[in-house]
């Protein structure tokens, strides 16, 4: 069974003008036909109110996508992402979505390229010294095969739909490090794993400028409502329901991913 969860993550800054003057947008949100690829962070794993389409993607009525789509009402709207993809799915699976009529594409991937979920699980589990070894291992995979599949899935984007507005959206940091007491793993693993994520976010960032694709980086605005704050967007451990760990909550979605993708597309 594919695991029901995604989780990911890794520095970046704001989307360059170059990037947004390099990419084709819609006229307008009713003449734009949308499609939302990606992953959990994509899907709204984690989000509740799942679309029951008979799959097990974990398609949220609340994730960022779904409410753009209600805000807009585009003139057309497919929703492919899903919980536990990876760039290969986006290849084989998602991509049919597209044809040569789509002009906005959204895109969270990669996460699941690398295992990062089974990194967060041997963090929580095994403690430290093996959460510093498995984010290692992860970073220096996701610095070999992720340049490459990126390109991959932007180019293949851009040859079915050559007008259309790509907006490649990365993953929020998931530990507030300024925080000094925080139950759970120790702020040397916190520290780790939000490096972890920066990389990821960095090659996010480093494909979407090759490509000349929209970056748009999530992390500022989530700051302050990482694990640790008060009034954090993202689930903690949930040993009863694991699968939404460190995913976005509804509140994450609707505050933190869908005014950073409005604001990109």
Known sequence: MRPRHTLVALTAATATAA???LT?????????NYVALGDSYA????????????????????AAAYLWKNANSPASFAFPACSGATTSDVLSTQIASINSGTNLVSLIIGGND???????ENCVLWGTSTCVSDVNADEAKAESVLPGR???VLSAIKAKAPNARIVFMDYPDFYDLSVSFCVGLSSTS???IDEGINVLDSLVQQAASRNGVVYADVRPIFSGHELCDGSGWLHSVDWTNIGDSYHPTATGQADGYYPVLAAHS
């Not at 899907?43 to 609340?62: I, V």
């Open 19 to 21: 990037a947004v003057l």
């Open 24 to 32: 084709a947008a819609p006229a307008n949100a009713s003449s734009t």
């Open 43 to 62: 899907s709204g794993l984690g989000a509740g109110s799942y679309l029951s389409d008979g799959s097990s993607c974990y398609r949220s009525t609340n």
């Open 114 to 120: 690398v295992g990062f979920s089974s990194t967060m």
């Open 150 to 152: 990126y390109d991959n």
């Open 190 to 192: 916190r520290a780790k």
